[in-house]
């Protein structure tokens, strides 16, 4: 375990899936900052890789391993944080698992499907357990930032696109079920890989919206979710089609103006975790689907599917019990 540098102990972030694609860069920006990163990855090694192949300075990372498809790890995983001796101020919900080739569904070790495993029930737990030590922060001004996605908002442009299968988890049949086989889909009906993934985000922003309502009042904690943008070529398009992987892409650069770099992914998620103009506890944040030419964000309004107060007592209270919480 690396130990953390004894310089500016209220800056201290935690990045998931910061081993590649926006959550690498989001650890650049923030170390830019002046921020300590734990960069919480599947595989400590490529993330040395990642971080020694931009020139992150070793003295401003902490590696340490997150598989967020096992609850034990992701408990592991807390007590490593906590052995550090330092409170974060700041936990990005960056990472997530995308497999839409998938005939049947994979399964996390607890039984679960492995998207909303990964997603969301993992960083559920994650959120959960490490309150108090952000509550325990030095810093004033602490911050959970989710990463959403516009194919879970019908409000945005992109998300007014008819896709098949878009995001809706039903009456949340699968979830009370407890996700057991042969049940792998939120609202209780055949699997559909892509659906999955984007059933999963969804619950991150229902979460971020709720985690607000349940606790910004009483801790002072910012809670607060964005879309950046449409990163079209970041690695978690990897276990799609190679066409895919191609033409997309281009597709955003040349015809929706919806691209946005990795980079500037990053850049945009350290915004929401650092900066003084991003402190609105409750805000899901945009820069417009097809990008504003003023280059700032706004509060983008969700959809109802997003919103929906009942529906979110009930998501919080059926990922409590699967993860092992009292509600």
């Known amino acids: 375990m690396t130990p953390v540098p004894p310089l500016e102990p209220e800056r201290l972030a935690i990045v998931t899936g910061a081993s590649s694609g926006v959550g690498l860069w989001t650890t650049?920006?923030?170390?830019?900052?002046?921020?300590?990163?734990?960069?919480a990855c599947r595989d400590t090694a490529k993330a040395r890789a990642a971080a020694e192949g931009l020139g992150l300075?070793?003295?401003?990372?902490?590696?340490?391993?997150?598989?967020?498809?096992?609850?034990e790890r992701v408990r592991l995983f807390v007590a490593d944080v906590r052995a550090l001796g330092r409170p974060p101020a700041a936990l990005v919900i960056n990472a997530a698992v995308y497999k839409p080739l998938l005939k049947q569904p994979e399964r996390s070790p607890q039984g679960y499907e492995l998207s909303m495993a990964t997603n969301h029930l993992g960083h559920f737990l994650l959120t959960r357990l490490l309150l108090d030590d952000l509550i325990a922060s030095p810093r004033d001004d602490k911050r959970v930032v989710t990463l959403g996605t516009?194919?879970?908002?019908?409000?945005?442009?992109?998300?007014?696109?008819?896709?098949?299968?878009?995001?809706?988890?039903?009456?949340?049949?699968?979830?009370a079920a407890g996700f057991q086989?042969?049940?792998?889909?939120?609202?209780?009906?055949?699997?559909?890989?892509?659906?999955?993934?984007?059933?999963?985000?969804?619950?991150?922003?229902?979460?971020?919206?709720?985690?607000?309502r349940r606790f910004h009042a009483d801790t002072g904690i910012t809670f607060s979710s964005l879309y950046p943008g449409c990163v079209?070529?970041?690695?978690?398009?990897?276990?799609?089609?190679?066409?895919?992987?191609?033409?997309?892409?281009?597709?955003?650069?040349?015809?929706?103006?919806?691209y946005v770099s990795q980079e500037l992914a990053g850049e945009r998620v350290a915004q929401v975790v650092a900066d003084r103009d991003f402190a609105a506890s409750g805000a899901h944040w945009s820069w417009g689907n097809r990008q504003r030419e003023d280059g700032r964000?706004?509060?983008?309004?969700?959809?109802e599917k997003a919103s929906d107060q009942v529906t979110a007592e009930r998501v919080?209270?059926?990922?409590?019990r699967l993860v092992g919480l009292a509600a």
């Open 28 to 39: 650049r920006a923030l170390v830019e900052r002046g921020w300590i990163v734990v960069m």
């Open 57 to 71: 300075p070793s003295d401003r990372l902490v590696i340490l391993p997150l598989d967020l498809s096992d609850l």
């Open 150 to 175: 516009v194919t879970a908002n019908s409000k945005e442009l992109g998300g007014k696109i008819p896709i098949p299968a878009p995001a809706d988890l039903g009456d949340l049949a699968g979830f």
């Open 181 to 212: 086989a042969p049940l792998a889909m939120a609202d209780g009906k055949p699997f559909k890989p892509g659906k999955a993934y984007k059933d999963s985000k969804l619950c991150n922003m229902i979460t971020s919206r709720e985690l607000h």
């Open 232 to 258: 079209a070529d970041t690695p978690l398009f990897r276990h799609s089609l190679p066409v895919f992987q191609k033409v997309f892409p281009w597709f955003q650069k040349t015809i929706t103006g919806g």
């Open 297 to 303: 964000q706004f509060i983008q309004e969700l959809s």
């Open 316 to 320: 919080w209270d059926l990922s409590s």
